[in-house]
Nanobody, 121 residues
Framework: EVQLQASGGGLVQAGGSLRLSCVAS????????ISWFRQAPGKEREGVAC????????HYADSVRGRFTISSDNGKNTVYLQMNDLKPEDSAVYYC??????????????WGQGTQVTVSS
């Protein structure tokens, strides 16, 4: 059974940094892409970043490019999202997700539980 466990959210001031972690289990880790999404109250879910380590695929939303970095540690079955220069508009619940049929797609079959990121101005 595919399982994803997201953690690392918190409260930070604008301009600060956080690192989110997503630990995956139940499948061969580097075969699947893992994506980070976020959803703020009253807004649609947004894809933030995606990585597939076996072939080096990386994608970033325009809103985070240059500030966020996605990376993976295959030995730990973990994907990280390093978030720098955070802005109040980055506040949201962040989810990691994966789907072997839709790498880096908007629809994903497997989701972590979400971790809250709040950026104060």
């Amino acid at each position: 059974e595919v399982q994803l466990q997201a953690s690392g959210g918190g409260l930070v001031q604008a301009g600060g940094s956080l690192r989110l972690s997503c630990v995956a289990s139940g499948y061969i880790f580097d075969d699947y892409a893992i994506s980070w999404f976020r959803q703020a109250p009253g807004k649609e879910r947004e894809g933030v970043a995606c990585i597939r380590s076996k072939d080096g695929i990386l994608h970033y939303a325009d809103s985070v490019r240059g500030r966020f970095t996605i990376s993976s540690d295959n030995g730990k079955n973990t994907v990280y999202l390093q978030m720098n220069d955070l802005k109040p508009e980055d506040s949201a619940v962040y989810y990691c997700a994966t789907d072997p049929r839709r790498p880096c797609g908007l629809r994903q079959d497997y989701w972590g539980q979400g971790t809250q990121v709040t950026v104060s101005s």
